[in-house]
């Protein structure tokens, strides 16, 4: 790993409207091989940084560039996009929008039409690339017929199809559910090492990062704020959340255990080290059992929300749900998990009357879904949809707000009290003239959360609200519905990241294959491990070493957090009496 | 999954083997045809082929009706339009002095009173209705049974620019997303209390109108990164470029092309001397 492949030189860039550099003074060496990781919040300038290796930034956005990018040999500045196409492959976020072609090997295809690969070439290359992703077979498929990790597999299959020098991945699995997200690391971490692919991968999962990359380079505001190896960055837990960066729960762990205990550091950062660790600590510091985990909320009486033997068949003949029984009372945070087309958006939509059961009974309040309408469901469930863009249609905040209650005939003065009480509530009376896609990602999905408050509706759902957010993002969403529910209101929460939910959520419904695999307080449903597995959802990585805990101890230590973790081991005077 | 079948019909037939250099061929010559031809009677008949053709190639019903459907109001109102006012050119296709009167109004009525619809009137109607309708389900015809990469390519041999080929490919690509964003935006308004279906219908066109704000701005949004995928794909938009699916013409390609060019012949032919397809002609 000596050899670099890529070479910035204090690259520094605005684009063409900015009034500040997205990347200053960049110095970094890319090396043949290595897997090299990119880690920052949101707006630190990794995507930019990605692109300036293909040579898109600045060709294709213009702007001010300062400084020097070779990969290959080649300067980015001085050749072509469509001749760096030939050494850089890029892979994106969004699944759906970067493949353009109608079927799976013309989407391999594409690019080395474009570069004027001879047909034959390419009719060889294509059962390649597909094999070197696991996707034989799928040659005449529509990518539409793909699920989200296949499709991020083809896109990385088209990719390597021109043979490329190194490999770009911008966030490609942030839109992808645990089984996706496993496949495409899998996929990555299989070309590294196999085929001595170069890659570079920007990323927020810390824990998979800690595992693959062999060096991470830690962006923040622009600037490189420290390059190193995972267990040399992910240890450094005070920059990390310095930076609103999450560290692997292992190094969390360790670092807290340490530092309650005065132990030198480092700490690890991968789980199998985290338990090597676990049984060293084990044996030289005593074990405390928690004694006051605080017991699961019991909520009685009647349903706010009930379900039973609620089937559901789409028209295509898909039986997306059945025999599904659930109650939900009033004031419970409740958690929906669950593989994609494990039937939780189904069920969700059931309850707002997007959906009609097939068989089976919804009733909210006690009354019989098909007797309300879609109006007299909206006072009562509020639905957080993912993306907050699609939910904004109106020119200013109070607009937006109002939008409901008018639509709801509201009288005027009460729509006006609603509004302002609403909106104080959520700190944004002082931009409520302003239109509402003018303002920053966090305060948009304040507002469009301030519009279904406004209703004041007993339930809010929240779907998928942590997809693409980066962690201070989904904890500023997350936090707004612990607010929700200490104000009382019944919360539903359906979410791929279950590491986000323990200090939020009391309950946790299982879903897969259409029906209910488990329901149970939050505490009991992290620790069926082999529940979660059978569908391919992964505990947090403080459940697997609770669990290893109470192997190594034989008492059981149900714990969820990291700080659950931590607080068991006591390293002092006493050390090995347990 | 259904949207994204829209485009393209699900049956194997003659016009899905078919290249998509003789369908060119054929939606330019039935084009024409209906264009020049005035008389209801062999503009129905070309009208009733046509719809034909495309349920035996797979073209749902529905699209059909659907098309039908969006196209009353328009069709309502070239009758009456034709029927009442068209009176001095109907005049002149036919040669008569005076045309049959259909219906008229009592000449005792404010406004209309007197108003008179001629049969020729509805008759020309009748012929711009099956003109427009002949023009709008040919293009299913020809586009909804070819793939998209094979359409690209025989439209690059066709000499149409690849830039072009492939802007209409790329849109034919987003529209199944745009409709999933559309229904997920109106899904989103619905859930904040908007009851649609109690709505007039220039209440509903109010509604509808506050989609456009998400969609354009996430079409935008989309429309970037799109672009960022193509050059990182290498895409110029040059025609200088290897195809991986050759676009070979075959015999029954041939075949087709010489039909269409013959029928195109002969449909001239026979309006200019014996006047077939004129209007108020023999046929």
Redesign the interface.
């Known amino acids: 790993m000596t050899e670099p492949i890529a070479i910035l030189d204090q690259v520094s860039y605005m684009y063409p409207r900015s009034v500040e550099p997205v990347l200053r003074d960049i110095s970094l060496e890319v090396y043949r091989g290595e897997f090299l990781g990119l880690i920052g919040p949101t707006g630190a300038g990794k995507s930019t940084l990605c692109l300036t290796f293909n040579g898109i930034v600045p060709q294709f956005f213009g702007g001010r560039f300062f400084g020097s990018v070779t990969v290959a040999g080649l300067d980015t500045l001085e050749h072509p996009i469509s001749h760096l196409a030939a050494h850089v492959g890029a892979v994106f976020e969004d699944p759906e929008t970067q493949l353009i072609a109608t079927s799976v090997e013309n989407e391999i295809a594409f690019a080395l039409e474009n570069l004027r690969v001879p047909r034959e070439e390419i009719a060889a290359r294509i059962p390649r690339v597909l094999q070197a992703v696991r996707l034989e077979g799928t040659e005449k498929k529509h990518p539409h017929e793909l699920s989200g990790g296949q499709k991020q597999r083809l896109a990385i299959a088209a990719a390597l199809a021109v043979q490329p020098s190194l490999l770009i991945l911008d966030e490609p699995t942030s839109q992808l559910d645990p089984v996706g997200s496993q496949e495409v690391f899998a996929t990555v971490h299989e070309l590294n090492k196999e085929l001595g692919m170069t890659i570079i991968m920007a990323s927020h999962a810390a824990e998979e990062m800690a595992e693959y990359a062999d060096r991470l380079v830690l962006l923040s505001h622009g600037v490189i704020e420290a390059i190193g190896t995972p267990d040399q960055l992910y240890a450094e837990i005070e920059k990390l959340e310095h930076h609103g960066l999450r560290p692997p729960q292992v190094a969390r762990t360790f670092y807290l255990i340490h530092q309650a205990n005065r132990l030198p550091h480092p700490a690890p950062v991968r789980l199998k080290e985290g338990i090597a660790g676990l049984h060293s600590l084990a044996q030289s510091c005593r074990i405390i059992p928690p004694d006051h985990l605080p017991p699961p909320n019991v909520h009685e009486g009647t349903p706010l929300l009930s379900v039973k033997n609620l089937k559901h068949v789409y028209s295509d003949g898909t039986e997306a749900l059945h025999g599904v029984s659930l109650d939900i009372h009033e004031g419970e945070y409740v958690l929906i998990i669950g593989q994609n087309g494990a039937g939780k958006s189904t069920l969700v939509k059931h309850f707002l009357k997007l959906l009609e059961p097939t068989e089976g009974i919804v009733t909210v309040g006690g009354i019989d879904t098909r007797q309300l309408t879609m109006s007299d469901l909206a006072r009562r469930i509020g639905y957080v949809a993912q993306n907050p863009d699609n939910q904004i249609f109106n020119a200013s905040v109070v607009e937006e707000v109002s939008f409901a209650l008018r639509n709801l005939g509201y009288p005027k003065a009460e729509v006006e009290a609603r509004v302002r009480e609403t909106l104080t509530a959520m700190g944004l009376w002082e931009q409520r003239d302003q239109h509402p896609l003018s303002l920053p990602k966090g305060d948009r999905a304040r507002v469009v959360i301030a519009a279904i408050l406004a209703m004041k509706p007993e339930i809010i759902i929240f779907d998928e609200p942590t997809t693409g957010q980066d962690f201070q993002g989904a904890r500023y969403i997350l936090d707004i519905s612990r607010e929700l529910h200490r104000m009382g209101k019944t919360v539903i929460v359906i979410t791929h990241h279950l590491y986000l939910m323990p200090e939020y959520a009391e309950r946790v419904i299982v879903m897969g294959k259409g029906t209910i695999l488990l329901d149970a307080p939050i505490r009991m449903a992290y620790h069926q491990v082999e529940l979660l597995r059978s569908t391919f959802l992964s505990p947090p990585q403080a459940v697997s070493l609770a669990q290893e805990l109470t192997r190594w101890d034989g008492r059981d230590f149900p714990l969820l957090t990291p700080e659950e973790v931590a607080a068991c081991f006591s390293c002092s005077q006493d050390r090995g009496d347990r | ?2 949207m ?1 079948r829209f485009q393209t019909v699900e049956r194997d037939s003659f016009f899905t083997r078919m290249d998509f250099r003789p369908k060119l061929v054929m939606m330019t010559v039935i084009s024409i045809i209906a264009f020049v031809w005035e008389s209801p009677a062999a503009g129905g008949l070309l009208t009733l082929v046509v719809v034909v053709a495309s349920l035996l190639a797979g073209v749902k019903t529905g699209y059909i009706r659907m098309v039908i459907t969006i196209m009353i109001p328009f069709y309502l109102l070239l009758l009456l339009t034709h029927g009442f006012f068209n009176v001095d050119q109907v005049k002149a296709l036919t040669g008569k002095t005076e045309l049959t009167t259909l219906f008229m109004f009592p000449t005792t009525w404010p406004v209309i009173g007197g108003g008179r619809m001629s049969v020729e009137g509805v008759l020309y109607g009748l012929n711009v209705i099956f003109k427009t309708l002949t023009l709008v389900l040919v293009i299913p015809l020809g586009i909804f049974t070819t ?3 094979k359409f690209i390519v025989g439209m690059v041999r066709a000499r149409v620019p690849y830039k072009l080929a492939f802007i209409f ?2 849109t ?2 987003f529209v ?2 745009l409709f999933s ?1 559309i229904q ?2 109106i ?9 649609v279906e109690k709505m007039g219908p220039l209440k509903r066109v109010q509604v509808y109108s ?2 456009a ?2 969609l354009i ?2 079409a935008m949004v ?1 429309s970037q ?12 938009g040059s025609p ?7 676009s070979v013409l075959g015999p029954l390609d041939y075949l087709m092309i010489a039909f269409f060019v013959l029928l195109l012949i002969a449909a001239v032919v026979a309006y200019l001397t014996v006047g077939f397809g004129k209007f108020g002609g023999p046929f």
């Open positions: 999954m259904s994204m793939e998209v990469d490919s790329a034919l690509r199944p997303l964003e997920g935006i899904e989103a308004q619905r859930l904040r209390g908007l009851a506050k989609v704000v998400p701005l996430g989309k990164m799109l672009e960022v995928v193509l050059q990182s794909k290498a895409f110029t200088d470029r290897t195809y991986l699916h050759e």
